[in-house]
């Protein structure tokens, strides 16, 4: 099946600083990546849809200058949290979709803790 | 919103079928159904889809009703590594296809 990882698994940075998360496609080309954040006890929300080559869509309410996102080629999406701070620690997952179909494939999910 | 609506939870005792069901009353003709399924701490993983047939696969069969205004996942022989959190997702066509995750049913397998 398809695999998407993601890097790093968990991360702890200080207050201020900027941290980012990578996302692969590692056997499929990914026309579209996602990119969620889930709290503790909540469900999945969707932060921002990237297309490779084009900028991302980012939902309402979710800071675009906040979270940068990249999608540089068809295997490759990263998420950067800019000046982060306690209340962006969450578990962040990337998702990817092969043109043409609806499906995602998950990646495994970081998990940010801002100190 | 998410455009199903699942029970909160539900327990199952193992090796026997867990029965999960979903509503989607608004679904449109040409929106599919998607089951995907998260254990503790870990991404979503793919369970199977389908738009009008039932469909199965290694791990679980899907039945959609023939309005498809509700589907049912059903796992045959639960164990305990089906514990998790099931989510039904109707991808909606004027959103992209994009999902929406709702709080999904916690499915406990009981020893």
């Known amino acids: 099946g398809a695999v998407v990882s993601q890097h790093p698994s968990w991360v702890i940075c200080k207050s201020g600083t900027s941290v980012k998360i990578e996302c692969r496609s590692l056997?499929?080309?990914?026309?579209?990546m996602f990119w969620y954040r889930q709290f503790p006890k909540q469900s999945l929300m969707l932060m921002a849809t990237s297309n490779e080559g084009s900028k991302a869509t980012y939902e309402q309410g979710v800071e675009k200058d906040k979270f940068l996102i990249n999608h540089a080629s068809l295997t490759l999406s990263t998420l950067t949290v800019t000046s982060a701070h306690p209340e962006d620690s969450s578990f962040y997952i990337c998702s990817a979709r092969i043109g043409g179909s609806y499906e995602q494939y998950f990646g495994p999910g970081t998990r940010l803790t801002v100190t | 919103d998410a455009k199903t609506t699942q029970p909160p939870s539900m327990d199952c005792a193992e090796g026997r079928a867990a029965n999960l069901p979903c509503n989607h009353s608004?679904?449109?003709?040409?929106?599919?159904v998607y089951w995907y399924r998260q254990i503790h701490s870990q991404g979503p993983q793919y369970i199977i889809h389908?738009?009008?047939n039932n469909e199965t696969n290694e791990m679980a069969s899907l039945i959609i009703t023939e309005d498809r205004k509700s589907s049912t996942l059903i796992l045959p022989h639960a164990t305990l590594r089906d514990t998790a959190v099931y989510y039904c997702i109707v991808p909606e066509k004027y959103y992209g296809q994009n999902f929406v995750f709702g709080p999904g049913t916690r499915l406990s397998v009981l020893p």
């Open positions: 056997d499929f080309q990914a026309t579209t």
């Open positions: 389908g738009l009008k």
């Open positions: 608004t679904i449109s003709g040409n929106e599919y």
